[in-house]
């Protein structure tokens, strides 16, 4: 998860999912699990289902600076 630019409120939520292999999961049902647990400025206003696997460092953790970069550069695409 990470922020995206907005022109009203200077960022919002941004996540990029990756569902395994053989599950299901849309949009509107992440939504409304998230909301039952979290609070409504948290949850996510764009989401991305990645095909493969997320980016991962040498520490195996999620690489979320290229995730930020690469996502935040599709959204800007998509907004103009």
Do not use: N
Request: proline letters at 8%; aromatic letters at 12%.
């Amino acid at each position: 998860m990470f922020g995206l630019p907005d022109e009203r409120f200077g960022e919002v939520p941004g996540a990029v999912v990756h569902v395994r292999p053989g599950e299901t999961l849309d949009a509107e049902t992440l939504c409304a699990f998230l909301y039952a647990r979290i609070a409504a400025f948290k949850v996510p206003q764009t989401i991305w289902f990645a095909d493969a696997p997320l980016p991962r460092l040498g520490t195996e953790k999620i690489d979320k600076v290229s995730l930020r970069a690469e996502y935040r550069a599709a959204y800007a695409a998509a907004a103009s």
